[in-house]
Each structure stands twice: as structure tokens, then as C-alpha cells.
């Protein structure tokens, strides 16, 4: 069993930045993937980034390429998502996941998940 809890959102203007934490424990990450993905009121969730195991190759959704940028620390059992640029169209609950098997893009390859953390873009 893993617990995942994320910290680190809350409001910001346009063209800041945030970084996100994903801390687990119950369980070690070890030899699993992470994810990111998000959701916004209205809107079917989403994938953000993924970082594969030990951390050497990441995965981005096109719409955060080039400015968001996942991470990972396996000593301290610990995901973070670096946000910058950040735009109105990326608000919403951000959950951090741990992958099972299949696509990386696809939230049901992930069997564990957070309660998320709220990311406003706003003016």
C-alpha cells in the first residue's frame, strides 16, 4: 500500500511559477513510474508528465512541454513538478500517481493516487 499526498499549489498570477510535491510512504517507489495529471472543473483528467524509474526519462503532455518539468527523489521517496510559464488554462486539482502497467498517458495504467493540490492561474 502507498500513500500519496500533494503540496505545493495554490494561486497564482499568469507567467509564475509553482512547484508541486508529491510525497509517498506506506511503500518505497522503487522500479515504479510517477505520474502527474490534473483536472479541471468540467473536464475529463488529464496527463501531465511522467518520470520513469530511477528518473532517467520523462514524458510530457504537449500542452506543458518546455515549461513544466517532473522530477523525482527516491531517497526521500519524493515527485515534484516544476511549473513555470504557468497560464490561465492550467488551473485545476493536480494528483500525483504511481504507475501499474500500461500506457503512461493513461490515468487507468495508475493504481495509486492523491487527493491532489489546487493550481489557480489567475489575474
Known amino acids: 500500500q502507498v500513500q500519496l499526498v500533494e503540496s505545493g499549489g495554490g494561486s497564482v498570477q499568469p507567467g509564475g511559477s509553482l512547484r508541486l510535491s508529491c510525497t509517498a510512504s506506506?511503500?518505497?517507489?522503487?522500479?515504479?513510474?510517477m505520474g502527474w495529471f490534473r483536472q479541471a472543473p468540467g473536464k475529463e483528467r488529464e496527463f501531465v508528465a511522467a518520470?520513469?524509474?530511477?528518473?532517467?526519462?520523462?514524458q510530457y503532455a504537449q500542452s506543458v512541454k518546455g515549461r513544466f518539468t517532473i522530477s523525482r527523489d527516491n531517497a526521500k521517496n519524493m515527485v515534484y513538478l516544476q511549473m513555470n510559464s504557468l497560464r490561465p488554462d492550467d488551473s485545476a486539482e493536480y494528483y500525483c500517481?504511481?504507475?501499474?502497467?500500461?500506457?503512461?498517458?493513461?490515468?487507468?495504467?495508475?493504481?495509486?493516487w492523491g487527493q491532489g493540490t489546487q493550481v489557480t492561474v489567475s489575474s
Open positions: 500517481s504511481q504507475h501499474n502497467s500500461g500506457s503512461i498517458y493513461d490515468d487507468a495504467s495508475y493504481d495509486y
Open positions: 506506506g511503500r518505497t517507489l522503487i522500479g515504479r513510474a
Open positions: 518520470i520513469n524509474w530511477p528518473g532517467v526519462s520523462t
